[in-house]
């Protein structure tokens, strides 16, 4: 056999296996992600945020035979083990500490906002899942939240446009949230246990969370990241909850879009992780270290999840959505901080 003809078969065996045909979009995927990581650790700034920028800016790769299979790889599969291992922040004995009406404050707090992102997408003229979408992320944890029920909606050709908007809104949101929430604590002089419920109840994303719970010291910022990682926990609930909802919406699309038509699981298998994670942390059985391992890991499927999602979409398509899906997600920050704000304030 000559040189000529091994290489030939070679290529061809490349591109027969389905995992050497991941490689070339995942790569660029990732490089994008690294990009976003670098220039959110130099300038600050949401990391989540740049990697979808960045990745818009690759728009025209989502399309190439050559890097289509990683991105869409990346944008399904990798989302969902990330949305996985956040389980690994949670532990029960964290949940119990909350207390009942700190606990009770968060779940008003998510149910509300669901039935609130509902009612607005139906008076906006927006379907059910647009609205279950946009208040989840508000409700929960911002673009992870998103990215995890997205995954669980049935699919048409605006879905992945709508969640990158869901995910450029809510983070926006989250971002102006940290800088305003603290002085609003500050000035309605709250103490850090109810001070540590408004931040942790409102504010949409883990690590904003966190910097503004730490801007009103460390007793206040302890107590904002147990409740976010409380609402954190709630996503299980809630994703089983829209996957029942769905379950014969999601399986008409899929078999409308080509697809064998075999039964769709009613809990998805990265809730089932999602679930096993917080078990092991709630037994002790992660060391530190493994735990901010598995954090590190989840966070980067999340980035470079993020990446090619930005990659499928572009300005264009996102400007295309108009303001609803933005008044939307306002509307329902607006009615979430308002709602603990009046709880808070009956406390006191």
């Excluded at 080509?258 to 009613?266: A, F």
């Excluded at 999602?274 to 499927?301: E, H, I, K, W, Y």
Aim: hydrophobic fraction near 55%.
């Amino acid at each position: 056999m000559t040189v000529r003809h091994r290489m030939a078969d070679g290529a061809a065996w490349a591109l027969r296996s389905p995992w050497v045909g991941l490689l070339p979009g995942s790569a660029l995927t990732v490089v994008v992600a690294l990009a976003a990581t670098f220039v959110a650790t130099l300038q600050g700034g949401p990391q989540l945020l740049y990697a979808l920028f960045f990745g818009v800016a690759f728009h025209y790769l989502s399309q190439d035979a050559k890097t289509k299979p990683g991105i869409e790889f990346c944008s399904r599969t990798l989302l969902r083990f990330g949305v996985g291992l956040l389980g690994a922040r949670i532990t029960a004995t964290q949940i119990i500490g909350l207390g009942w009406f700190t606990a009770g404050v968060v779940v008003a707090g998510v149910l509300s906002t669901l039935a609130m992102g509902l009612l607005l997408a139906r008076w906006m003229g927006m379907n059910r899942a647009q609205g279950i979408l946009s208040g989840g992320s508000v409700a929960i944890c911002g673009a992870s939240a998103a990215l995890a029920i997205s995954a669980v909606l049935p699919r048409d050709k605006d879905s992945d446009r709508f969640t990158l908007v869901v995910v450029v809104t809510v983070t926006v949101m989250s971002t102006l949230a940290m800088v305003l929430y603290p002085p609003v604590a500050r000035l309605l002089a709250l103490p850090p246990e109810l001070a540590g419920l408004f931040i942790g109840g409102t504010i949409h994303d883990v690590a904003q969370v966190v910097g503004a719970g730490y801007m009103l010291g460390p007793a206040t910022g302890d107590i904002a990241t147990i409740v976010k990682l409380f609402r954190v926990a709630m996503l299980t609930l809630v994703v089983v909850g829209v996957s029942t909802a769905f379950k014969s919406a999601r399986e008409a699309a899929h078999q409308a879009g080509g697809g064998t038509g075999r039964s769709q699981p009613l809990v998805p298998w990265f809730l089932w992780v999602f679930v096993a994670m917080v078990l092991l942390n709630s037994v002790g059985a992660f060391s530190p270290v493994v735990q901010d391992g598995l954090n590190t890991v989840s966070r980067a499927c999340l980035v470079v999840a993020i990446a090619a999602l930005g990659m499928k979409t572009s300005f264009k398509q996102l400007a295309s959505a108009g303001w609803r899906p933005f008044a939307l997600i306002l509307i329902e920050t607006l009615w979430l901080a308002a709602l603990v704000l009046a709880c808070v304030a009956w406390r006191r």
